[in-house]
């Protein structure tokens, strides 16, 4: 059965930092592209950043360039979002999933939520 685990999430100030973290479970990790997702209220879910099965292609959202970093660990099935220089619209709740983009091939885990305030 597959497990998606997000965690990592918080209360951070604008300017802060956090690292979320997936831990993956139930399919053949290091064979599939792993994505970042969020979904702020109100909001549809968008993607954040993705990374490819062997991490040499990474693309993040305009809206996150230069301040977020998608990373992978294949021995460990972990994939990770290092968030630096935060911004209020940053709130959300994050989420991981296989694949290159949404609707993601499985199913959502419980997220975790990033929140950004003074």
């Known amino acids: 059965q597959v497990q998606l685990v997000e965690s990592g999430g918080g209360l951070v100030q604008p300017g802060g930092s956090l690292e979320l973290s997936c831990a993956a479970s139930?399919?053949?990790?290091?064979?599939?592209?792993m994505g970042w997702y969020r979904r702020a209220p109100g909001q549809e879910r968008e993607r954040v950043a993705i990374i490819s099965a062997t991490a040499r292609i990474m693309d993040l959202a305009d809206s996150v360039k230069g301040r977020f970093a998608i990373s992978r660990d294949n021995e460990k099935n972990m994939v990770y979002l290092q968030m630096n220089s935060l911004k209020p619209e940053d709130t959300a709740v994050y989420y991981c999933?296989?694949?290159?983009?949404?609707?993601?091939?499985?199913?959502w885990g419980q997220g975790t939520q990033v929140t950004v305030s003074s």
């Open positions: 999933n296989a694949g290159f983009g949404l609707p993601g091939l499985f199913n």
């Open positions: 139930g399919f053949a990790f290091r064979n599939y592209a």
